[in-house]
């Protein structure tokens, strides 16, 4: 019986453990979870989901402080068209970023970047273009595009010097996504170096409607490979969402998967940047604790636990020190609901907004608490304390499991 460490991720004739650590916004695939999959010969992920705002948290920086006192003013405005991103400041956190990430790799494998199109920043295109561009300054291995279909993104890039030497990939849910991306990048002489095909059972927004159940990873892959065979490109195709054991990812890597990526299993790790607190709600949720709603201003489904502290919370938007979900108009589907909750309670001291989040604060404070579809398996995977809490996990233990684990067992961490 074949184990993941049988197969191995090939680029540039270097061999890779097939096992990439997705990137999770904002900062739960922390650096330190990045760089533990580089370390073991993997991939790892590092998000640029609200850069500034991690950097004031990781590097003592004043970005949010400095942006909401520039724009104070607008608070109680609702056209929120006037609160730009500095493009030089957001350069320059971005670049500390990845740079402070790649000056600690060590070990065989690499590093990228999850770049999500839907983070539109009240100017999607200017400001995804500093973002992958200071990323590949900053010398990032690789970027994957996510959350969106990314028409345009290769073309925002392909000056830049690394254009062709950084692994650069996009996330599919579907092989008419990865058709679409493929034609409108045609023009840059440039295919993706890997494709992430993610299914239906993954953490964060999904690539599916509400009819999310009706699909399933498998037979997306199939789908996607008997394209890229008849297209008679060679593109490595990676699986994710659900592949919750060892055995489970070396039946991807079996039916023709060139890697799998993985998340959950990461999120009740030290190195994730959910806080000890928000770990254990991961590891204590049943099946019935876990949701896909629309609660996320970006308009795609998004995967969450039911007991979330950013389901209903009416909080004022806060775009003045946030303002990464504004599109190119400056508006925001939760400014509107809020608003609109406003106008119908404008007594209430604590107004409910039921259909919308303010993502961008409860994703800064871990209070969306975002999930994949097996998160009610976390318990099986480590040990219960004697006071009813769950012992927290390494990355490297995880990792481990993943590579070497056989017959869908999973190894217990060394009791504590
Ligand atoms: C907590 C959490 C947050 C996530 N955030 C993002 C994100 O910001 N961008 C993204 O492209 N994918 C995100 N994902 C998806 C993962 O990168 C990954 O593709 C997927 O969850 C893999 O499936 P698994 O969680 O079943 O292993 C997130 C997943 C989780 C669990």
């Known amino acids: ?7 191995r991720l090939t ?46 948290r990781r590097y003592d920086t004043k970005y949010v402080r400095d942006k909401l006192k520039k724009y ?33 790799k060590e070990g065989s494998g690499l590093i990228f970047m999850n770049c999500m199109e839907k983070l539109t920043m009240n100017g999607p295109k200017d400001t995804l273009r500093v973002r992958l561009a200071s990323a590949l300054d900053a010398g990032i291995d690789g970027i994957t595009l996510a959350a969106g279909l990314h028409l ?111 998340a959950t299993r990461f999120t009740v790790t030290n190195e994730c940047g959910l806080p000890p607190d928000v770990r254990q709600e991961y590891f204590m949720a049943e099946e019935d604790d876990i949701e896909v709603n629309g609660i996320s201003p970006t308009g795609y489904p998004m995967r969450m636990l039911k007991n979330s502290p950013a389901i209903g919370a009416g909080i004022r938007p806060n775009c003045e020190a946030y303002g990464y979900l504004l599109d190119a108009k400056g508006s925001c589907a939760y400014i509107v609901a809020y608003n609109r909750e406003l106008k119908a309670n404008p007594e209430a001291r604590r107004l409910k907004v039921m259909d919308k989040t303010c993502l961008c604060t409860h994703m800064r404070n871990f209070d969306c608490w975002t999930c994949g579809h097996n998160t009610y398996r976390l318990k099986d995977t480590t040990h219960r304390n004697a006071d009813g809490t769950y012992q927290s996990l390494s990355a490297e233990h995880v990792f481990k499991d993943y590579q070497f684990s056989k017959d869908h067992k999973i190894a217990l961490p060394p009791l504590e």
Not at 160 to 172: E, M, N, T
Not at 187 to 211: M, N, Q, S
């Open 152 to 262: 345009g993104s290769f073309a925002l890039i392909e000056d830049h010097p690394r254009f062709r030497d950084a692994k650069l990939g996009i996330i599919v849910s579907s092989v008419r996504a990865l058709q679409l991306f493929i034609k409108k990048s045609a023009r840059t002489g440039r295919l993706p170096d890997y494709v992430v095909v993610e299914g239906p059972l993954a953490g964060g927004h999904l690539g599916f409607g509400f009819d999310w159940a009706e699909y399933d990873l498998a037979t997306i892959v199939a789908e996607i490979r008997q394209w890229l065979v008849d297209e008679k490109l060679e593109i490595p195709l990676i699986a994710a969402g659900g592949v919750f054991t060892g055995t489970d990812a070396t039946t991807f890597l079996e039916n023709g998967a060139a890697a799998v990526q993985v």
């Open 11 to 56: 680029f540039d004739k270097k061999e890779y453990v097939p096992i990439m650590i997705g990137g999770m916004g904002v900062d739960i695939s922390t650096s330190d979870l990045s760089l533990t999959a580089a370390r073991l010969g993997g991939i790892g992920h590092i998000s640029d989901a609200m850069v500034p705002t991690v950097s004031d």
């Open 72 to 104: 104070k003013h607008n608070v109680a405005n609702e056209d929120k068209s006037d609160v730009q991103f500095d493009l030089a400041l957001l350069e320059e956190a971005q670049r500390a970023h990845v740079e402070n990430t790649m000056a600690r």
């Open 1 to 7: 019986m074949k184990c993941v460490d049988d197969f």
